[in-house]
């Protein structure tokens, strides 16, 4: 099992930066995938970024969305995933959400994931 806990949303202008986090509880952080969902009322979840687990290589994947704006790292050491979001935008305004998954494939994809956060809101004014 493990448990996912988001925090570090909040509202920002248009052009600031934000980083969240999401820590996890739980054995072998390291040897799950962690990836980045975004959801705004009436739409699907769309994906973020994603990283694969350490023995993966530590892949990053982007939505083509937040590429050059966007940078997922993760800590092994801390059980933790990091969003770094820069030169944010209205339409970035969504719950964001953690996830975590053994899997080593179909990381963009919401269902290869088991374990999800409860969400953090992000609110980018314009």
């Known amino acids: 099992q493990v448990q996912l806990a988001e925090s570090g949303g909040g509202l920002v202008q248009a052009g600031n930066s934000l980083r969240l986090s999401c820590a996890a509880s739980g054995r072998s952080f390291s040897s799950y995938a962690m990836g980045w969902f975004r959801q705004v009322p009436g739409k699907e979840r769309e994906f973020v970024a994603a990283i694969s687990w350490s023995g993966g290589g530590g892949t990053t994947y982007y939505a083509d969305s937040v590429k050059g704006r966007f940078t997922i790292s993760r800590s092994n050491a801390k059980n933790t995933v990091y969003l770094q979001m820069n030169v944010l935008k209205p339409e970035d305004t969504a719950v964001y959400y953690c996830?975590?998954?053994?899997?080593?494939?179909?990381?963009?994809?919401?269902?290869?994931?088991?374990?999800w956060g409860q969400g953090t809101q992000v609110t980018v004014s314009s």
């Open positions: 996830a975590a998954t053994p899997a080593g494939y179909r990381l963009i994809y919401s269902g290869t994931y088991e374990y």
